[in-house]
Nanobody
Framework: QVQLVESGGGLVQPGGSLRLSCAAS????????MGWYRQAPGKQRELVAA???????DYADSVKGRFTISRDNAKNTVYLQMHSLKPEDTAVYYC??????????????WGQGTKVTVSQ
């Protein structure tokens, strides 16, 4: 069994910064891509940023230049550093990881979500 545990969400003022973390644990052979998604009230879940096992990254246009995704493969952890936060960044942020429990199979796992609120 695999678990993804997120942390780092909270309330921040516009223009502020937060750093989210997501640690994977359990039966892990290797981890392929990892990513962060978010879902605002009344909206669909959307990709925020993703990173491959080799370190290649991709970002939603709305966060380019403000957010940075990174990972520590030794710790099975992915991070999302968020700067210049805007009220429209308010959402529940979810971590996703493509995890191989063995050589033959890959399963996509989701974290439980961490809430980010950007407000005065």
């Amino acid at each position: 069994q695999v678990q993804l545990v997120e942390s780092g969400g909270g309330l921040v003022q516009p223009g502020g910064s937060l750093r989210l973390s997501c640690a994977a644990s359990g039966s892990i052979f290797s981890i392929n891509a990892m990513g962060w998604y978010r879902q605002a009230p009344g909206k669909q879940r959307e990709l925020v940023a993703a990173i491959t096992s080799g370190g290649s990254t991709d970002y939603a246009d709305s966060v380019k230049g403000r957010f940075t995704i990174s990972r520590d493969n030794a710790k099975n952890t992915v991070y999302l550093q968020m700067h210049s936060l805007k009220p429209e960044d308010t959402a529940v942020y979810y971590c996703k990881a493509e995890i191989r429990a063995d050589y033959y199979s890959t399963t996509h796992y989701w974290g439980q979500g961490t809430k980010v609120t950007v407000s005065q």
